[in-house]
């Protein structure tokens, strides 16, 4: 990105000119959204000039822009709102619904989220706003990190053990899962192990049913299981997964920092990199901690296709 919305790593100058026209779509995207503030977006149209589906697309520009794609267009709409509210020259209900408000009171309440001020007291004293700036993207090459890893083909399997709902939080130990795995007697644990019988071997962590948002605090189906050929038992969850491609990556480093730092740069700087797009599925995190819970090894298996054409 440029501008005080910062930087970020987009992959070696080996792969520049690919990544590049990805960057190129994603700036005419953005300048789509400009011009479209005081209309209705549609994501498909975004897609559609990134050359891309909606879900990649949401899923792209929340890992690049660190920001869901439907708060950007919030903050951008209320960022150009504000100076119609400063400039007096249209009502409150005019720049309301100029914006897609329903009304002058739903225009207040995601102003005052957005500027910590309502827009008449704004207007009144010509209070401090808050202002987020248009977006872009570009390309900074620094070397940044090797990734390792292959592609699979892979067969339906199932995934098999103790699922349940939780928050997604982007930095740290997340609280939700370590009660729910602590919750997971040592012999269930041991019995779901055992029906292994492929890889990734051994228990996996998995996440499913992520919105494409990804925001701190979405929820989303965690999975404390493994793959297997067999089918569940009636006291266990299960999820059939159909065959497809998998990208599988590799790192090892500080927990639980290496493996967030993955996900990360899967999304920020290999798929850019790549002639791969993720597709719906379960993400499969096989890790070993050491004993002393400093350092992780980690895999990583995300569902990717190649684009048609």
């Given at each position: 990105m440029s501008?005080p919305?910062?930087?970020l790593?987009l992959?070696?100058w080996a792969?520049?000119?690919?990544t590049?026209r990805?960057?190129?779509?994603l700036?005419?995207?953005?300048?789509?959204v400009?011009?479209?503030?005081d209309?209705?977006?549609?994501?498909?149209?975004?897609a559609r000039?990134?050359?891309?589906?909606?879900?990649?697309f949401?899923r792209?520009?929340s890992?690049?822009?660190?920001?869901?794609?439907?708060?950007y267009?919030?903050?951008?709409?209320?960022t150009?709102?504000a100076?119609?509210?400063?400039a007096?020259?249209?009502?409150?209900?005019d720049?309301a619904?100029?914006?897609?408000?329903?009304?002058a009171e739903?225009f207040g309440?995601?102003f005052?989220?957005?500027?910590?001020?309502?827009?008449?007291?704004?207007r009144?004293?010509?209070?401090?706003l808050r202002?987020?700036?248009r977006?872009s993207?570009?390309?900074?090459?620094e070397?940044?990190t090797?990734?390792?890893?292959?592609?699979?083909e892979?067969?339906?399997f199932?995934?098999?053990?103790?699922?349940?709902?939780?928050?997604?939080?982007?930095?740290?130990?997340?609280?939700?899962?370590?009660?729910?795995v602590?919750?997971?007697d040592?012999?269930?644990?041991?019995?779901?192990?055992?029906?292994?019988?492929q890889?990734p071997?051994?228990?996996?962590?998995?996440s499913?049913?992520?919105?494409?948002?990804?925001?701190?605090g979405?929820?989303?189906?965690y999975?404390?299981?493994?793959v297997?050929?067999?089918?569940?038992?009636?006291d266990?969850d299960g999820?059939?997964?159909?065959?497809?491609?998998w990208?599988v990556?590799e790192?090892?480093?500080?927990?639980?920092?290496?493996i967030?730092?993955?996900?990360?740069?899967?999304?920020?700087?290999?798929?850019?990199?790549?002639?791969?797009?993720?597709r719906p599925?379960?993400?499969?995190l096989?890790?070993r901690?050491?004993?002393?819970?400093?350092r992780?090894?980690?895999e990583?298996?995300?569902?990717?296709?190649?684009?048609?054409?």
């Open positions: 501008g919305v910062g930087a790593l992959g070696w792969a520049e000119e690919g590049q990805v960057l190129d779509r700036n005419e995207a953005m300048a789509y400009e011009r479209h503030l209309q209705r977006i549609e994501v498909a149209e975004l000039i990134a050359v891309t589906s909606e879900y990649h949401r792209m520009f890992a690049l822009a660190g920001v869901p794609l439907s708060e267009v919030r903050r951008r709409r209320l150009v709102a100076a119609e509210v400063l007096g020259e249209r009502t409150l209900l720049i619904v100029r914006y897609g408000y329903g009304s739903a309440r995601a005052q989220a957005v500027h910590g001020v309502g827009p008449g007291e704004a009144r004293t010509g209070a401090v202002s987020q700036p977006m993207f570009r390309l900074i090459v070397g940044s090797d990734m390792r890893y292959r592609i699979v892979k067969d339906a199932h995934l098999i053990g103790r699922k349940a709902r939780v928050p997604l939080v982007h930095a740290g130990m997340n609280p939700a899962i370590v009660a729910f602590r919750s997971i040592a012999g269930t644990v041991a019995r779901i192990e055992a029906l292994c019988d890889e071997r051994g228990i996996v962590n998995v499913d049913d992520l919105p494409g948002s990804r925001e701190e979405v929820e989303l189906d999975w404390h299981g493994v297997t050929g067999a089918n569940p038992p009636q266990l999820m059939p997964v159909a065959a497809g491609t990208a990556f790192s090892s480093g500080e927990f639980p920092q290496a967030q730092h993955l996900w990360r740069d899967v999304f920020t700087e290999w798929f850019p990199a790549n002639p791969y797009r993720s599925g379960p993400e499969i096989r890790s901690v050491s004993a002393d819970g400093t992780a090894d980690a990583l298996w995300i569902p990717v296709e190649r684009p048609a054409g």
